[in-house]
């Protein structure tokens, strides 16, 4: 089905929200949208589940007739793409060649470097091989998913194929990691529009990822949020703490310790996300994350807090900023009072 234009402005409105943008910047990028000049995209797969696709396929504001038919050009995509065997291949040598130093490449997936990168290869090509000859040539790359940002599931204990992110692999070009088992879309259409409105890569963290969508804690915007701050913690799957909706920590949420935009930017217009369910988070936008205890282990310790063991009140560091914020929260209140506003 068509996009109608009240529902891509309105895709537009949310991506330039969770940029972080003011609505001034609506008209723009949707110029940006709208050229005629679409950038190439070389997106290459190796080691995963094609997840990180598959949740690109039902992407919303804008779907993906409108990213790949409109915004993009997408030149190489093994799972989607019409062309199979020596045609595609041509394709991506084609596009490749015509467009040295000016297409984007997405990998999804981990690079397997073991017994010189054979557990991965594609048209007689290794990994790694495919990874030079074409990554390597690219304006800047996107390692979409946990797999491609950092190694995921295959690079876990004791990583057999010795698997290895892009950005292990990668020399030249800038690398942008998008990481998630599976990212939310609206973050890889986020990058993507910020690239075309502005002609640059947006702000970065430490780890290689736009700020815009990990930049908070998952704990910051957590729904749950008010229980943790007053000590209400779900003690048992399916308990009376736990249907009432209490904090999922003593759970193994990893949500205090991880960085992403998943209570604020629901996937695919759903509403729902795995903490607001009853599900903790498994922290799967950060590096390791399938190696860093069980999913449904407490978390040791958060920044110096301190949780009782009988579900008491939150000391420490934690109960501090929160007292902190509460006091602020107050002072905002009194100078709006007095200004009359």
């Known amino acids: 089905m068509a996009l109608t234009r009240r529902e891509f402005l ?142 995921g599931v295959q690079a876990a204990k004791p990583n057999p194929t010795r698997v290895k992110s892009a950005g292990d692999l990668i020399k030249g070009p800038p690398v942008v990691n998008i990481p998630g088992c599976p990212p939310n879309p609206a973050n890889f259409l986020g990058f993507i529009l910020h690239y075309l409105t502005f002609g640059k890569l947006p702000a970065l963290d430490k780890l290689g990822r736009p700020k815009f969508a990990y930049g908070r804690l998952i704990h910051d915007h957590c729904e749950r949020r008010a229980h943790f701050d007053d000590g209400r913690y779900a003690e048992e799957f399916g308990g009376e703490g736990h249907k009432l909706g209490y904090c999922l920590y003593k759970l193994g949420c990893k949500g205090p310790q991880t960085y992403a935009n998943c209570p604020t930017a629901r996937f695919n217009d759903v509403g729902a996300w795995p903490v607001g369910i009853g599900h903790g988070c498994a922290g799967c936008t950060e590096p390791g994350f399938w190696d860093n205890g069980s999913f449904y282990e407490r978390l040791p310790e958060i920044a110096g807090l301190k949780v009782d063991e009988a579900g008491g009140k939150a000391t420490g560091a934690v109960a501090v900023a929160a007292g902190v914020h509460a006091v602020a929260g107050v002072g905002r209140k009194l100078a709006k009072a007095k200004g009359g506003k």
């Open 10 to 151: 309105k895709g537009i409105s949310l991506t330039v929200a969770a940029l972080g943008l003011p609505a001034e910047f609506i008209p723009r990028m949707v110029q940006a949208a709208m050229a005629k000049k679409r950038p190439p995209v070389i997106w290459l797969h190796f080691q995963e589940c094609t997840g990180c696709t598959e949740t690109l396929l039902r992407a919303s504001h804008p779907d993906v007739a409108k990213l790949i038919f409109e915004l993009i050009s997408l030149d190489y995509h093994e799972t989607i793409m019409a062309a199979a065997g020596h045609q595609a291949e041509k394709s991506l040598h084609d596009s490749v060649q015509a467009n040295k130093g000016k297409y984007i490449c997405v990998v999804e997936g981990g690079i397997p470097t073991a017994d010189k990168g054979i557990h991965c290869k594609i048209a007689g090509k290794t990994g790694v091989q495919i990874i030079k000859e074409v990554a390597n040539n690219a304006a800047a790359v996107i390692a979409i998913g946990t797999c491609a940002a950092f190694g």
